[in-house]
């Protein structure tokens, strides 16, 4: 369009030029001068022509030039934008993924262990609460313990009377000796391959969990004297079963497969409730 408009500016103002030049000529006008006339007018048409179409050809590409830098300008923002999201969206990940390792989840494990501790409270289970031990691995310390604590025991009794001091004006009556503790002999225990085997462990208020093997006929009496020489006294202890729980029943007439033990079994010793 500037291009046609130009063209119309540049005859319109050479109309007057070829007026005056037929004017001046028009006497001595001929066929010659006028071709040379038309001639100049279309020389100065063809140069006005390429004038313009470099013209218009700069100020097209000076245009193209300006939307390129634009567009180039605008994706370096859109990647930019796109970056400072990306770091926005790894930040705000990271912070989230560090309170959920720091703050939720050891929340959620405290919360997780109180609610463990109530349930096995009200269910009377707190041994379940402890680390507990190896089956069989902490019997022979526990019976080697109990036979400590009973030699020192009798040995400081010992001691106590020889210090008593000796009375020359008045004979002190005969000492009662106290009646002799009864020995329990356990039953031998019968090998792993032997027919008719029970293991029995006895889940003690200590934690540790010592293990025998008795024959399914050994009087049921066996696991009383058992639990005793362990350490744990039948008039301070009792013995049930782990599930369901219920106190066992036990007498010297009945073996281990009348009392319901004909496979391999865990009894819980559990303390007496002393009646006031």
């Not at 540790?208 to 024959?215: I, L, N, Y």
Request: glycine content about 4%.
């Amino acid at each position: 369009m500037a291009s046609r408009g130009v063209v119309g500016i540049f005859l319109l103002s050479s109309i007057p030029i070829l007026c005056l030049e037929l004017r001046r000529g028009i006497p001595d006008l001929g066929i010659k001068d006028f071709i040379l006339l038309c001639g100049r007018i279309f020389f100065l048409f063809a140069i006005l022509t390429v004038v313009i179409s470099v013209t218009t050809s700069w100020l097209k590409s000076f245009k193209r030039c300006q939307v390129y830098l634009k567009d180039e300008e605008e994706e370096k923002n859109e990647e930019r934008q796109k970056l400072a999201r990306k770091k926005q969206e790894d930040a705000q990940g990271e912070k989230v993924s560090r309170y959920l390792e720091n703050v939720l989840k050891p929340h959620q494990e405290m919360k997780l262990k109180k609610m463990e501790e109530r349930f096995y409270q009200m269910t009377g289970e707190t041994w379940k609460l402890s680390n507990g031990h190896k089956l069989g691995s902490n019997e022979d310390v526990v019976l080697e313990d109990a036979s400590q604590m009973s030699f020192e025991t009798s040995n400081r009794e010992a001691a106590r009377r020889r210090n008593l001091p000796k009375s020359f004006t008045r004979v002190s009556p005969p000492v009662k000796q106290p009646p002799q503790k009864k020995v329990l002999d356990l039953p031998e225990e019968p090998p792993e391959t032997a027919a008719e085997v029970v293991t029995v462990a006895l889940r003690c208020p200590s934690g540790c969990v010592p293990r025998r093997r008795f024959f399914k006929s050994c009087s049921s009496q066996v696991l009383l004297d058992w639990m005793t020489k362990v350490g744990y006294p039948t008039s301070l202890y009792s013995l049930s079963t782990s599930f369901p729980r219920r106190p066992l029943e036990v007498e010297g007439s009945w073996t281990l497969e009348d009392i319901g033990i004909t496979v391999d079994t865990v009894l819980n010793v559990e303390e007496k409730k002393q009646s006031s």
